[in-house]
């Protein structure tokens, strides 16, 4: 599967717009595994779920195929980084003892990726995979704004994989054991210079801009400048699976 690096170019704007995930999510992943030797971020962009692993496990190791992204996340003791195709994992066999995907999955050929999750996966191992959709501004006006601009105004560049995040990962096959998993979201409260800073990050947008030499989110910023107010608390619902290997 030739994969496209859709995200080296924001590099920097990703570690400073994307959205963290919340405390809790990591530590009911930390509860799954019968060890906390090695956890593996696959697809770790510039480390927005890394971080969260780290207090929990001895060592983390964090992979994905730009080396800019990689290169732009914090480097703290305990974590690697390698640059790596996820269907091609630098690890020893039986050396984790749990894998999360975050917002990478769709990006992956699976059948490959899920080959490699049960030959570095310990006894007792697990692995979690999570996306998240459109944003929920709270308000009926700013929604259906940015619902406009997604769909409409850069939907026609989103890459074919996108459609596996709206759909909320239900398409993609998880041939694991499930776990019960509880309900999580990500919540910002952001002013609206720091949301069209995310916007600015989205592939379509970044593809729109290559195609037309022209920054969609200064239309977007005059529309949402009267309404959004000194700052936002909104919030990206999770759809999180996790499973267990024997």
Not at 4 to 21: E, G, I, K, M, N
Not at 71 to 86: D, F, S, V, W
Request: proline fraction near 7%; glycine fraction near 8%.
């Amino acid at each position: 599967m030739t994969r496209t690096d859709h995200f080296s170019a924001v590099a920097d704007a990703y570690a400073s717009y994307r959205p963290t995930y919340p405390a809790s999510l990591f530590e009911f992943l930390a509860s799954l595994p019968s060890r906390r030797r090695r956890a593996w971020d696959c697809g770790a962009g510039s480390g927005q779920a890394t971080h969260g692993l780290l207090p929990y496990f001895s060592s983390v190791v964090a992979t994905d195929i730009s080396r800019s992204q990689l290169a732009a996340a914090r480097a703290p003791a305990g974590l690697h980084r390698i640059a790596a195709a996820a269907e091609r994992a630098p690890l020893a066999t039986g050396s984790v003892d749990l894998v999360i995907v975050a917002q990478a999955l769709h990006w992956i050929d699976h059948e490959a990726f899920y080959a490699e999750v049960r030959r570095v996966l310990g006894p007792g191992g697990a692995i979690s995979v999570w996306t998240y959709g459109l944003v929920e501004c709270g308000e009926s006006r700013l929604d259906a704004i940015v619902r406009n601009f997604y769909d409409r105004e850069v939907g026609d560049y989103w890459p074919p994989q996108r459609r596996l995040v709206d759909e909320r990962y239900r398409g993609i096959p998880f041939p694991f054991a499930d776990v019960v998993v509880p309900e999580f979201s990500m919540i910002a409260d952001w002013p609206l210079e720091e949301f069209l800073g995310y916007v600015g990050t989205w592939s379509a947008v970044s593809r729109y801009r290559v195609a037309k030499q022209v920054d969609p989110v200064a239309d977007l910023a005059a529309r949402l400048g009267g309404l959004w107010g000194p700052r936002r608390l909104i919030a990206w619902p999770l759809s999180v699976r996790a499973g267990l290997v024997s």
